[in-house]
């Protein structure tokens, strides 16, 4: 599993394991699905979960989506984390010689 350039989130049924505090998740699956309440790029779960290697993530969120507690979708446009995707140098370089 790929998991670079990804979006994640919880599905109904993950936040219903997270909220149980009884539903016997691992700490680390409870880790990833608290960072999940919300869209969230790989990148940024990485962040997350930093003191473990890529190895351990990349295991506990496939195992999170075989469980459907956790869906995919691919990066696109709109999570653009640096926010530069919608730049055009044309325009920039136009703006900056025009300006007075």
């Not at 919880?10 to 394991?17: K, L, M, Q």
């Not at 608290?34 to 990485?46: K, Y």
């Not at 997350?48 to 190895?55: D, H, N």
């Amino acid at each position: 599993m790929n998991t670079r350039a990804r979006i994640f989130r919880r599905t109904e049924a993950g936040s219903a394991a997270f909220e149980d505090q009884n539903s016997g998740l691992p700490a680390q699956y409870r880790q990833i699905l608290r960072a999940t309440a919300a869209e969230t790029h790989s990148d940024v779960l990485r962040g997350a979960l930093r003191c473990y290697s890529e190895t351990q993530i990349v295991q506990w969120v496939a195992e999170l989506l075989t469980l459907g507690l956790l869906e995919s979708v691919a990066d696109a446009a709109e999570h653009d984390l640096d926010f530069t995707g919608g730049f055009q140098v044309t325009e920039l370089a136009a703006a900056f010689n025009a300006r007075t």
